[in-house]
């Protein structure tokens, strides 16, 4: 099997050898050609050379002007406009000279001329080969043996020499070149689609516009379709080499153009590589039925189907908000509410509350159903959970028949996504026992400023078997109002996380309720809902053995 039939979806052409490979030969003459038209379409700014170095740097790429002219002087690298600036007489004139060889010899600098140089940011790639080709591979401590130090530069410059002067090193140079070339093309036609910004003067016709698509289009034709799926795989290879992070760039690519043109360092290297693949990709897909990977594939190896859930999609850049709405919940950056638990009382609210302050209104809901219709109120309420991909969760009173059947007919229409907790008798008597229920008494009636009264014990509530008659015996010891409400609900919080309980999740069943809550924040919906479903007759969680995808 050959390096093209491992592309995936990459579909073998026969009529390649009737085209062209990608060169600076094939594609200059097009840009020179229509540089009046891309003078006002191009969606990139040039760069003179002070700018292109400055930026270069920033994504850690360090070029210097004096650079730039050596390399355009040997004929190395193209640019998208050249000036050269002649000084007579303490007067400077300036003269256009082509950018790019085009079959020209060009004029070496002498004592009283200088070049003043515009280059499109999408020369990068010349630029970065040329590093890659130069770069000394020397540790920093490796300067401390200076003898080898000398040795190691000898080897290397005869290395250089002798590198320069083969066959190949110009046909390379020739091609990167190309590529550079080719996604300046097909910027103006694409670029729009990756930034969501078009900056094309309005003073121009769209039938221009069409023209020039058409144009670009017919000479991407005319190039190797191997040489092009090729070109966007290596593109993709050293983004990754440089950067690895293919989820990172998804959710990059998927932000405001305004900022991740600012990303600097190496990450915004490798950003503005997966962008240039983009642009290539997009030239491709238009003309031929196949499809390319996208940009963070590269070393990674998914299964099949395995995209479509982690994004949505196998082509997540098609459907960028799905992405996002899938991704961010994995990272733990997702504003949206994760998870809704709906409770039946003021207790539930104010427990929950208590322990949750962080997430509420963040990733996590409490719905109060008290003086709600359990049924359809709830089953309108499960079916907008199920559309937003957000779990449920309900915590429910066993003594409350009639609602726990209405509970069972919407698991069993699957409405149900996350986890279904009895409470037996109720919330009260199933987290905590005598000892804590009494605790909890003394702390509510601290927090209402009760601190005058004689201390209660165990004994005085032994008889109690649920939170009502709980309720009537403090009512009749205090002869006071009963303790229901969200404050005896924080109450009640506050002794399930003191020193008085376990506050193991293994031990305490309340600290276990909270922090499946909070786990839902970055649990993943899909794989929940195949391998984690709500037994419609026990109303517990049944673990599957079903395959995620």
């Keep these: 099997m050959n390096a093209i039939s491992c592309l995936r979806g990459y579909v073998p052409d026969p009529s390649d050898a009737e085209r ?15 540089a009046s038209f891309l003078g006002e379409h191009r969606q990139l700014a040039l760069l003179d050379q002070s700018a292109f170095t400055v930026w270069t740097g920033k994504i850690g790429l360090y070029t210097s002007g004096s650079d730039i002219e050596y390399f355009y002087r040997k004929g190395y690298i193209n640019l ?52 890659e080709w130069y770069r000394w591979h020397l540790a920093p401590l490796a300067f401390g043996n200076m003898a080898q130090i000398e040795a190691y530069f000898k080897l290397h410059v005869r290395y250089i020499k002798r590198f320069q002067r083969s066959p190949g090193f110009i046909q390379t ?11 300046i093309m097909l910027e103006p036609i694409y670029w729009p689609t990756i930034t969501s910004n078009h900056l094309g003067s309005p003073s121009n016709s769209e039938k221009q516009f069409l023209g020039y698509k058409a144009a670009a289009l017919e000479i991407l034709k005319s190039l190797r379709k191997s040489d092009l799926a090729l070109t966007h795989e290596s593109l993709r290879h050293l983004a990754n080499k440089i950067d690895s992070n293919g989820e990172l760039y998804l959710l990059l690519r998927s932000a405001k153009w305004q900022k991740r043109e600012k990303i600097h360092s190496d990450l915004g290297r490798a950003l503005w590589f997966r962008h240039i693949a983009e642009v290539i990709r997009r030239g491709y897909d238009s003309i031929y039925e196949d499809r390319l990977a996208h940009e963070d594939e590269a070393s990674s190896i998914w299964v099949p189907g395995g995209r479509k859930w982690a994004y949505g999609s196998d082509y997540p850049l098609d459907n960028s908000r799905e992405l996002v709405r899938r991704t961010l919940p994995r990272w733990g950056l997702s504003s949206a509410p994760r998870s809704r638990i709906y409770v039946e009382g003021h207790t539930e609210v104010g427990a929950l509350q208590e322990v949750l302050a962080p997430y509420l209104g963040y990733t996590i809901e409490i719905i109060n159903m ?61 987290y905590f026992s005598i000892t804590q229920l009494v605790s909890a008494i003394s702390r509510y009636e601290h927090m209402q400023n009760l601190t005058d009264l004689v201390p209660l014990n165990e004994g005085d509530f032994a008889h109690c078997r649920n939170a009502k008659q709980l309720a009537r015996r403090y009512e009749d010891l205090r002869s006071a109002p009963s303790f229901k409400g969200t404050t005896w609900g924080a109450a009640l919080a506050q002794e399930a996380f003191s020193e008085n309980g376990p506050i193991d999740e293994n031990s305490n069943s309340f600290v276990h309720f909270i922090n499946s809550a909070i786990r839902s924040i970055t649990t993943d919906y899909e794989a929940q809902r195949i391998r984690g479903p709500v037994d419609a007759e026990t109303l517990q969680t049944r673990p599957t053995s079903d395959p995620v995808f």
């Design 20 to 34: 062209k490979p990608i060169s600076s030969e094939a594609l200059a003459p097009f840009l020179e050609q229509h």
């Design 80 to 131: 998208d406009r050249v000036q050269k600036c002649s000084i007579v007489n303490n007067r400077t004139t300036k003269s256009e000279i082509p950018g790019s060889p085009l079959g020209k010899s060009r004029e070496a600098a002498g004592r009283w001329f200088q070049y003043h140089f515009e280059i499109h940011p999408f020369r990068l790639i010349t630029f970065q080969y040329l590093y």
């Design 173 to 183: 140079l020739n091609r990167f070149n190309g590529i550079a070339e080719l996604a």
């Design 370 to 430: 008290e003086g709600r219709d359990w049924n359809l109120w709830l089953e309108k309420q499960l079916r907008s959970d199920i559309n937003a991909r957000r779990f449920s969760t309900i915590l429910l009173d066993g003594d409350r028949k009639e609602v726990l059947r209405s509970v069972k007919t919407h698991v069993r229409n699957m409405l149900v996504v996350g986890e279904v907790q009895i409470n037996e008798p109720d919330f009260e008597f199933h």
